[in-house]
């Protein structure tokens, strides 16, 4: 059985999207993240722009907003890549989610090490 499509499945559902908010503060938001697209805060970009498609899913460039000073006013933009990931379609199709969370996991690693780098 396809772990993904029955998690995506039971979130997008009255019961799971009620304990969703309560599940987004836990550790486990990076999974949360991939398996239910309730949690995507779609306010945060602008500018999405279709770049290309690959193995498991569509690639699209946007720009970020963040807070650039104490004033809430203040923001600034910067360019990012998202990944939309096409769920399963029922429970017996392959699984993407292994390798997705461990692309995302890299990704997480390398933005840190940017942070750290560049401060």
């Known amino acids: 059985m396809n772990i993904e499509h ?9 019961p799971g999207s009620s304990i969703l908010p309560e599940l987004a503060q836990a550790a486990s938001l990076r999974l949360l993240r991939l398996l239910a697209r309730q949690l995507l805060d779609t306010s945060r970009y602008s500018d999405l722009v279709f770049h290309t498609r690959g193995a498991r899913g569509a690639i699209y460039r946007a720009r970020q907003a963040i807070k650039a000073g104490a004033a809430p006013q203040q923001l600034q933009y910067r360019p990012v890549m998202i990944k939309v990931v096409e769920l399963p379609q029922s429970g017996f199709d392959a699984s993407k989610l292994p390798e997705v969370y461990g692309e995302v996991s890299i990704l997480e690693r390398f933005a840190q090490s940017l942070r750290r780098w560049s401060a």
């Open 6 to 14: 029955v998690l995506a499945w039971h979130f997008t559902g009255p």
